[in-house]
């Protein structure tokens, strides 16, 4: 097993008025070579602040509190500002959602992608250039004439190939997919999806894949990791966390999907709601929810339990199996 | 049959003009629509974002103006003006994709929703009006009831203002109750609560639902009959676990193969590549041919008209025969 | 109403809210504390015709004897009044009309755009001068003047609000309730649209001032109240060698105007954060 990233103990805090917000707090998480590893999440689970962290990406009042981060090698948390803007597109990118505010309005796409070119690559000449761009449009399926276009000519799911685009333009090892297809239309999505695919076998990625929607992480992803309110509830193989869940949040998650339900009137949510980040309880995050909670898992975190690449965080799981 | 039916639309249209340079052009959302929902009946309307789904409801709802064609509200012609008699325009609600965007910000939640009882004469004075109220929030699970009236639409989770939308709507018992993809915009976990409060409410007033969604799964689950559309005009229609699970018309079929689900990957029905999603101003043929992997010559050329291929199972395909 | 205390204590975090409340208070209480504060009356004649300022005079006399600092005094009654009266018409007009136009559109709403455009077009304050030099200087009049020809810039912001207002879900499920065109307009429309009428208001307050004085300087403001604009008007003749005569009043002139547009940037910051360059939360 072969990491191509590994995080390690990573917390992650906003600052708002005069709130700390735990956003992230303690994961670690591994993801080996040639591996996707969705991570999925609801709103205020932490999972878009953690990819944000790892690329070093953070808005100007989040600060990472603790942890490591190593991917490729590199010493992300550690490394300066200047150390980081080196590497990051090189060898490792992220495509985001907002593709539309991600995206100059006023240049040409492939003034754009040059430029993300250009800057890693110096030397690079313009034929060089120019056959790399031929090469990354066919990759993501889009026609010549994108390069000549602006932001605004583009489609929705082309606007997306764009981004994805730029995201490989220097070929990079690793990518972060975050919410990357959520805007789009159901085929749309799916169409990148396979295309992603298709890319990843290509050019031997290693990926991370932040999204809410389960259904795409099936499509996409070897392995889930389950986050809520900031904290890694559950991981494991695909097929595993979802047919065979442990943690109760998993399992609640899991059969809200209406894929599951046979008939009308077992459609479950989970009562109640987040907990205030910015007062973390004493026990496990997720007791004030939980069905199954008693008084420990109001005193007491609960710790991972691992067995091989197994992990659930919860005192009511008695054991692993792989 | 008349006394079941509720709701009959005939050819309904709804254009939009675009002027652009001087150049008129129309935006084709609701393009000749014609079904019929009866009383206590769920209507699914299936579709991508910008095949007019939305705007159908708008015109039903009776806050836009329709173009052109009939809608018979209770054996009575409501087209052709958007006044209403006051006991219509009670009969008749919609609730709103962003809940956010569905309340007023100066308002608390009590001043909010005492509008509509003080409107229909619903309670002697306002003392009884906030009993209704409170009665109607311990329904939808807020406890204690009466801490939520003095809070403000943006103090609330977006699933505990989705479900002060449907007490909203509800309170006023009508008939017709249009949901706009009212869940769309919230958390997996927080769905069921919404989704279930609205069941309970319309099967206890035997109130018809017209339920717009893309989400596929969801529209199955909920649905008694479901309608796909596609570019303005209904492709297919038919009850709808018969319609998810044999469906006939091309996109369904495409629509279905890619939407993501957690169980095993289905074999993908591939549409056929255009480049520009915009509304094309098809003239003639069928508006999917496009893009329709089985499209003939007589595709391009004759519009199909939406007829019964199978027993309530109506689909608007030149590959059928009637 | 919880949301007001969030407002003031915002509005109090921007330095030129802070200024420019600061020095309104002050003319504030100068205008309605006039009669006591002022040692003397302000028409009262003196024998002391153009003395320089002193101990007995702060402000120093006119070339009637009259002490400065209470006709000053009393001159920001005027200024004061003209400001809120005129700007509160305008603001009031502006609001409706704005609004109302917005809501229904239409053939209404086209007339009522080409006003609006035609106004922002003609320099007012000529035709300010041009109506009230035919018709007449009363004091009540020229703010009435005023009100009504400034009105376009409110209208305008307030059309702008309410079309896009318009276009929200409350505004939709409002009508999908029930609620009339009128209540929507008065409950929703105008409640929430018009802060940025508020803030502009603030301005036109400042330009309402200017105008009155620069009325009264031209001679064409109300003979019967002393204002700023009148006093510098009649100081024209002295102030090469009576220079407090035309400087007090000027400056009073210029601190109420710059009083209001900094209450202007004050609530601007309050009611856009992000426009004035302010980190989101």
């Given at each position: ?5 590994e ?17 992230v ?8 070579k040639?591996?996707?590893?969705g991570?999925?999440g609801?709103?205020?689970?932490g999972?878009s ?11 100007p ?29 090189k ?7 907002k ?5 100059s ?8 992608m040059?430029?993300?070119i ?5 030397q ?7 056959s ?37 333009v ?10 990357a297809t959520?805007a ?25 894949v932040?999204?809410?929607d ?7 992803c ?12 559950e ?8 047919h065979?869940?442990?943690?109760p ?14 008939e ?21 995050i ?6 199954l ?30 | 049959?008349?006394?079941t039916k509720l ?14 340079f001087?150049?008129?052009s ?9 079904f ?61 994709q ?5 309340f007023?910000?100066?308002?608390t ?15 002697e ?33 977006g ?8 007490l ?32 309970d ?15 596929i ?9 479901l309608?796909?559309i596609y ?14 699970e ?12 890619y ?7 289905k ?10 999603t915009t509304?094309?101003?098809?003239q ?5 041919a ?13 519009e ?16 059928y025969?009637? | ?32 504390f006039?009669?006591?504060?002022s ?26 004897g ?24 305008s ?5 409706f ?5 917005g ?8 007339i009522?755009?080409?006003i609006i ?15 009230v ?10 703010m ?20 896009s ?16 065109n009128?209540r ?10 018009m ?11 400042g ?5 009155e ?14 204002s700023?604009g009148?006093?510098?008007n ?11 005569t035309?400087?007090f ?17 004050g609530?601007?910051?309050?009611l856009?954060p ?8």
């Amino acid at each position: 097993m072969n990491p191509i990233l590994e995080i390690m103990n990573l917390t992650v805090r906003y600052k708002i008025k005069n709130k700390e917000i735990h956003a992230v707090e303690d994961i670690s998480l591994l993801v080996n070579k040639e591996e996707f590893v969705g991570i999925v999440g609801e709103s205020g689970s932490g999972k878009s602040t953690m990819a944000h962290a790892i690329v070093r990406l953070l808005p100007p009042n989040a600060y990472i509190k603790n942890g490591r981060v190593n991917l490729l090698g590199y010493d992300l948390i550690n490394m300066s500002d200047e150390e980081v803007m080196k590497v990051r597109w090189k060898d490792f990118s992220i495509v985001f959602q907002k593709s539309m505010s991600a995206l100059s309005p006023v240049h040409r796409i492939d003034d754009q992608m040059m430029e993300a070119i250009k800057l890693h690559n110096p030397q690079i000449s313009q034929q060089e250039i120019e056959s790399r761009l031929d090469k990354l449009l066919q990759m993501v399926n889009l026609p010549k004439r994108v390069l000549k276009s602006y932001p605004h000519e583009l489609s929705g799911g082309m606007m997306q190939r764009v981004m994805i685009a730029l995201a490989l333009v220097n070929f990079p090892k690793f990518v972060i997919f975050d919410e990357a297809t959520t805007a789009l239309d159901v085929v749309t999505q799916g169409q990148i999806i396979e295309e992603v695919r298709q890319l990843v076998k290509e050019l031997s990625l290693t990926g991370m894949v932040i999204t809410h929607d389960i259904g795409v992480v099936n499509e996409l992803c070897d392995k889930i990791a389950v986050m809520y309110a900031g904290k890694l509830v559950e991981y494991g193989p695909k097929s595993d966390i979802i047919h065979n869940p442990y943690h109760p949040y998993t399992k609640a998650l899991i059969s809200s999907l209406p894929d599951f339900i046979k008939e009308r009137g077992e459609f479950a949510g989970i009562p109640g709601n987040l907990p205030d980040l910015s007062q973390l309880p004493k026990g496990c995050i997720f007791a004030p929810r939980c069905p199954l909670a008693d008084e420990k898992c109001f005193e007491q975190v609960p710790s991972l339990l691992r067995n091989d690449d197994r992990q659930v965080a919860c005192f009511k799981v008695k054991e692993v199996k792989t | 049959m008349n006394d079941t039916k509720l709701l009959e639309v005939r050819n309904l249209k709804k254009y939009f003009t675009l002027r652009k340079f001087g150049r008129k052009s129309f935006v084709r959302a609701v393009d000749g629509v014609s079904f019929h929902i009866d009383r206590g009946e769920i209507l699914g309307i299936l579709g991508e974002s910008g095949c007019g789904k939305s705007t159908l409801g708008l015109v039903l709802s009776r806050i836009e103006k329709e173009t052109e064609g009939d809608i018979i509200f209770k054996n009575k012609k409501i087209s052709g003006s958007l006044k209403l008699d006051k006991q219509t325009r009670r009969d008749i609600q919609i609730i709103l994709q962003n809940p956010y965007d569905s309340f007023d910000p100066r308002l608390t939640i009590q001043d909010s929703l005492i509008v509509p009882l003080k409107i229909h004469g619903i309670g002697e004075n306002t003392s009884d009006r906030r009993e209704i109220i409170l009665d109607y929030l311990h329904k939808a699970g807020f406890e204690p009831p009466s801490a939520f009236l003095k809070r403000y639409p943006h103090e609330l989770s977006g699933g505990q203002l989705q479900r002060i939308s449907v007490l909203r709507a509800m309170m006023l018992k009508p008939s017709f109750l249009i949901a706009d993809e009212c869940v769309s915009m919230l958390d997996l976990s927080v769905r069921a609560s919404v989704i279930n409060l609205l069941l309970d409410l319309t099967s206890m007033e035997n109130t018809s639902m017209m339920f717009i969604t893309h989400d596929i799964s969801l529209g199955k689950f909920l649905s008694d009959r479901l309608a796909v559309i596609y570019l303005g005009k209904i492709v297919e229609l038919g009850n709808a676990k018969e319609v998810s699970e044999n469906p006939l018309h091309p996109y369904t079929k495409i629509l279905i193969s890619y939407s993501p689900s957690v169980f095993e990957k289905k074999e993908k029905i591939k549409p056929k590549e255009i480049l520009s999603t915009t509304h094309q101003n098809i003239q003639r043929g069928c508006s999917f041919a496009p893009r329709c992997p089985f499209a003939k010559k007589e595709c391009f050329e004759r519009e199909p008209e939406l007829f019964e291929v199978e027993k309530r199972h109506w689909v608007a395909c030149l590959n059928y025969k009637k | 109403m919880r949301k007001f205390g969030d407002f003031v204590r915002r509005y109090f975090t921007n330095p030129y809210g802070v200024v420019g409340f600061a020095i309104f208070v002050t003319l504030l209480c100068f205008a309605i504390f006039a009669f006591y504060i002022s040692p003397y009356k302000p028409n009262a004649l003196s024998e002391d015709v153009l003395s320089p300022p002193s101990y007995k005079h702060p402000f120093g006399t006119d070339h009637l004897g009259r002490d400065i600092f209470s006709r000053v005094v009393y001159g920001t009654r005027v200024s004061l009044s003209v400001g809120f009266v005129a700007a509160g018409i305008s603001a009031l007009l502006g609001i409706f009309i704005g609004a109302f136009s917005g809501y229904y559109g239409g053939i209404v709403d086209e007339i009522v755009s080409k006003i609006i455009d035609s106004f922002l077009m003609i320099p007012i304050f000529f035709l300010i001068l041009i109506i009230v030099a035919i018709f007449g200087s009363n004091l009540f009049y020229i703010m009435l003047v005023i009100g009504l020809t400034t009105w376009p810039s409110n209208a305008r912001i307030m059309r702008a609000q309410t079309l896009s207002l318009k276009e929200r879900g409350l505004v939709k499920i409002a009508k999908s309730i029930g609620e009339s065109n009128i209540r929507i307009l008065f409950s929703h429309i105008i409640p929430n649209g018009m802060y940025p009428v508020v803030a502009n208001s603030a301005l036109q307050m400042g330009g309402a001032i200017l105008t009155e004085a620069a009325l009264s300087f031209l001679g064409l403001g109300d003979p019967n109240v002393t204002s700023w604009g009148k006093m510098i008007n009649e100081a024209r003749t002295y102030m090469s060698f009576a220079w407090w005569t035309i400087v007090f009043p000027g400056i009073f002139t210029i601190l109420a105007v710059v009083a209001f547009s900094f209450i202007g940037d004050g609530l601007q910051h309050t009611l856009y954060p992000k426009l004035s360059g302010v980190e989101s939360e």
